[in-house]
């Protein structure tokens, strides 16, 4: 009997176990099996021997309970150096905060749609400070570019369809009424502030017309103005009625400046539309909406003055992936996505620089043998939200093994309100959720349970959050949430590959003018970068010392969310909860303990 098979029947999951299998497992009960079942064969089987300390460690399962401190709201975790524990403060201390944050001041120059010229800008960019870093020179770090048609969907017609890589070049929007023309907005920049006040795929237009305040007093050459989202019914309506163009001042309820200063109302929300939509549309600020509001209210009225220029160019979309190979599964890969487009410095500059900056550093950390290589490949990817991943996982040979998501990472909670969180993909809290999760504003998305696929990833990256708080220094907030969807651990889970989302909310500047340079805390990025990359160097290289920490880590999560569902008297939700961290255990036990199919 090797040592993983004694280790296998110690920690097996057994929900239901007879008692005296129960005592046996603990404390000094557990020792002596161990003891035992070590005698009568070899320890040091398999491609990774236990070493003693992981036998030590999974010989303490009868100890009280301790948890970590941590200003982190979710489950508690088991203390340990081991798990992320392993890399957080090396991971840390390598991150150069000026380095990453002059990649967010360079990202952030420029109006990324996808395939556009700021987009090849970026990706160009990252490609020269990765090649610099050894990715395409040295022959464990691989450095490439994936190409795919570049699609959207088209106004009126279903599916997606081939378009051209669009860039906003300049845009005004200017007030006629009484006195001097009054100009509200304008760009003729890619860093311009108001660049998002053309939503990505409208056409070329030069229009003007008199103000018409609501759908209802529309005429023939006319423009609406609203605080309505330019929805696909509101501009099909308007455009049966006659209207040249729609101006709309809409802002999501979670855009309200959370420090009572009214930011927001100098915020233009980022908008996309469909490919071929019928009407003009321009995005101002509710500060503008209330001045042409007024402005039309005059007996002679208002009018508008409008002019929108872009550029179309015929490009592949292109996704630039660096691979830092493993040694014994290189076939294997964990894959973190960060994407490109979004013109913001927080969505997603900061994802972008902070991901490509723990690249770099884990180059270097690997380089001077800081770090040991890890066992599987990592995978990092840049390109076009969604897309990216799909391109990649469409076009590797490699076995994905797990999947995160970068996005959102460097947020300033003093400007923007938000906090660190980690979303978790579909687990029993997604279908009924109780304290202490807590859904951000984004929603609720409905899940069918038969998707729910259990692992233990979840508690690795909770691990990650709170390891890299103790080695920062700080009191660092952070938070986690059921699933709710919206970037590319949703195509992980669509192909049910284990994932995590790392992002911040709610940023009140999130998706509008005021995502820019001010809003992004170097420090802020670094530990949230520093939490991303340990969670996937876990997963890319688990050790059978990790089991213990997470096994423990589970059993405080499994308290949390059975009391809770006994408080709240829903046996059901409670029965999902065992059988998922029951099966938790099972894939802990496989990952750390290298478990084969075979053995299982």
Known sequence: MDSRRCLELLVRPQPREPAPWRRARSGLGLALVLCLALQAGSCRSGPDPIPDQALAALTAVGRPARYLESNHRGPKVAPGDTVTARFAKSLHAAFEEQRAMALVKFVDGYYRSPGNEGYEAVLEKLHGQLAAAGFGTDPRLKLFFIETPLEAPHWGKSGRFPVKAWTP?????????????????????????????????????????????NLESVTKGSLLVTSAVPSRALLSRAHAMGALGVVSGYLETYNQDPLGKNRHLDAIHYHQLPASTPLPVLMISPRSLEIIAQAAKRPEGAKLKAMGQVRWDDRKLRTLAAVVQGTDRAQEAVTVASHVQEPGACDNASGVAGLAESAISLAGLLAKETLAWPSRSLVFLWGDEFRQTSAWLDSTDMTPVA?????????????????????????????????????????????????LLPNALAVIARCALIDVANVAGSTWTTAEHPYEGGSDHDIFIERKIPTALFWHFTDFAYHTSLDRMDMVDAKEMRRTAAAILSTALVLADPKPTDLDRILRSLDAEQQVRVQAAEAAGDPELKERWLQWCTAAREWARIECLRIRPDQR
């Open 169 to 213: 070049l300049a845009g005004s929007l200017v007030l006629h009424g009484a006195g001097e023309p009054k100009t509200l907005h304008a760009f003729d920049q890619p860093s311009g502030i108001d660049r998002v006040m053309l939503p990505v795929h409208c056409d070329s237009f030069e229009i003007e017309g008199p103000v018409a305040s």
């Open 403 to 451: 999947g995160l998501s970068s996005d959102m990472t460097g947020e300033s909670m003093e400007k923007t309100g938000a906090i660190a969180l980690l979303e978790r993909m579909p687990d029993p809290a997604a279908l009924v959720y109780l304290p202490p999760d807590e859904h951000t504003p984004w929603g609720k998305k409905e899940v069918s349970p038969d998707s």
